[in-house]
C-alpha cells in the first residue's frame, strides 16, 4: 500500500512538471517584443530587445541603447536579407518571430549593464563576464559606433535612451558628393540592368576595396586603377547615372552589403580571364558572381 502511495505520488509530481514547463516556455515567447511594428527613430524595450538580438547574431555592434537609428536600421537590413525575409528596415512580427527563433535576449543582464551605465556587449556563444567592464565615462549604455563584421558598417550616430532623439546622417563622414557622384556612374555604367540588390552590392565592392589594404584607399583610385572596371574601360563610366545608382550607393555607404564583403565580382557569361575564377565564390546576384 505504501509503495503505491509512492509510485503514485511520484507520477503525479512528473505530470506536474511536464505541464509547467510547456506553460514556461510559452511565456518566454510571448514575452518576446511587443505586438508594434518597430521602425527608425522608435526607442524603447522592443528596440533595445531588437538590438541586443541582432548583436546577439553579430549583426550589430553599436550601442544597446534603445534608440532605432540608423545603425539599427542597417543591421536589421542585413538580417532580412541573409534570412530570406522582406527587406524594408521593419521589424514586423515575421522578423520579430525570426530574430526570436535565431537568438537569445537576456533581459537581464542587458537592462542591468545600461542602468550601470557600463560598456558591454551581447554577442552569442561570448561568457557574459567577458562582455562588461566599467565605463569610461558616467551615464548611459555606452557602445561601440558603425556597424557590425563584414556585411554591416553602419553609418550615422545614435542619441542616447534618455534623450529620446536621434541624430543621424544619411551620407556619413569620409563620403564627398565626387565620391558619391563616381561609384553612381561606376554602379550605373557597371551594373544598371541587374536587380537592385545587385548595384547595391557592386556600390559595396567598390567601398570594400577602399577599405581593403590591397587596393587604393580612395573612391577614385579604386574605380580608376586600370584593368578593374570594364565602364571605365569601355566608356561607361561616363553615361549619366539614374537616381536608382544613386540611392544604390547611399544605401552601401549606409551599411548594406548584399554581396557578404566581396572584393570582386564578374559576369559568368562575358569574363574571359581564367584568373577570376580561382577567386573564392561568395554568391550570385543577377548576372553578377561575387568572390572574396
Not at 557592386?202 to 584593368?227: K, Y
Amino acid at each position: 500500500m505504501k509503495k503505491t502511495f509512492m509510485v503514485s505520488k511520484v507520477f503525479i509530481i512528473l505530470a506536474l512538471i511536464a505541464a509547467i514547463t510547456p506553460i514556461s516556455e510559452m511565456d518566454h515567447s510571448a514575452n518576446a517584443f511587443s505586438q508594434q511594428v518597430i521602425q527608425h527613430g522608435a526607442v524603447g524595450n522592443d528596440v533595445i530587445e531588437l538590438q541586443s538580438r541582432l548583436q546577439y547574431l553579430g549583426f550589430y555592434n553599436g550601442k544597446i541603447d534603445g534608440v532605432f537609428g540608423w545603425g539599427t536600421y542597417w543591421a536589421l537590413r542585413n538580417f532580412q536579407y541573409e534570412f530570406g525575409l522582406d527587406i524594408d528596415g521593419l521589424a514586423g512580427q515575421k522578423t520579430k518571430d525570426k530574430l526570436v527563433q535565431a537568438s537569445d535576449y537576456n533581459e537581464g543582464f542587458v537592462k542591468e549593464q545600461i542602468n550601470k551605465g557600463n560598456k558591454f556587449s551581447h554577442y552569442g556563444g561570448t561568457d557574459l563576464n567577458k562582455q562588461k567592464q566599467p565605463s569610461s565615462s558616467g551615464g548611459g549604455a555606452a557602445g561601440q559606433g558603425g556597424g557590425t563584421g563584414t556585411a554591416n558598417q553602419n553609418g550615422g550616430s545614435q542619441g542616447s535612451a534618455g534623450q529620446g532623439t536621434v541624430s543621424a546622417t544619411n551620407v556619413p563622414n569620409g563620403f564627398s558628393d565626387n565620391d558619391i557622384q563616381i561609384m553612381a556612374n561606376a554602379v550605373y555604367g557597371e551594373a544598371r540592368g541587374e536587380p537592385y540588390i545587385g548595384q547595391v552590392a557592386v556600390a559595396a565592392v567598390i567601398i570594400n576595396r577602399v577599405g581593403s589594404a590591397s587596393f587604393p584607399d580612395t573612391v577614385s583610385g579604386v574605380i580608376f586603377e586600370p584593368r578593374a572596371f570594364t565602364a571605365v574601360a569601355d566608356g561607361q563610366i561616363w553615361l549619366t547615372p539614374n537616381e536608382t545608382a544613386r540611392q544604390a550607393v547611399l544605401d552601401a555607404i549606409n551599411g548594406w552589403d548584399p554581396s557578404g564583403s566581396a572584393l570582386y565580382y564578374f559576369n559568368p557569361d562575358t569574363a574571359t580571364s581564367p584568373w577570376i575564377w580561382t577567386r573564392p565564390q561568395i554568391k550570385k546576384i543577377g548576372q553578377h558572381i561575387f568572390c572574396k
